[in-house]
Nanobody, 124 residues
């Protein structure tokens, strides 16, 4: 059973930065990709970024391209999301997710396990 634990959320002013962490435990040896999603109040969960576990290849949503960076530390089995130049519209609960399957990893349905979420609030 794989479990994910996110940390690093909080309140920050517009233009500031935060770094989210996601520490999976369990079957990381067969994890194919890790991703970050977010969900704002009244909105659907949306894709933010993903990283392929073995190759390190990354992909970002247009809304965060150039501002956010997803990375991984193989030794710590941890995935990060560095968020810079934050905007009020980035306010949401951010979720870490892991996938055991083959796919594009751009949709929530591509993922098999999820963290509990961490709140990010950006004030104007």
């Amino acid at each position: 059973q794989v479990q994910l634990v996110e940390s690093g959320g909080g309140l920050v002013q517009a233009g500031g930065s935060l770094r989210l962490s996601c520490a999976p435990s369990g079957l990381t040896s067969i994890t194919n990709a890790m991703g970050w999603f977010r969900q704002a109040p009244g909105k659907e969960r949306e894709f933010v970024a993903r990283i392929r576990w073995r190759t390190g290849l990354t992909y970002y949503a247009d809304s965060v391209q150039g501002r956010f960076t997803i990375s991984k530390d193989n030794a710590k089995n941890t995935v990060y999301l560095q968020m810079n130049s934050l905007k009020p519209e980035d306010t949401a609960v951010y979720y870490c997710a892991g996938s055991l399957r083959v796919g594009s990893y751009l949709r929530a349905s591509d993922y098999d396990y999820w963290g509990q979420g961490t709140q990010v609030t950006v004030s104007s």
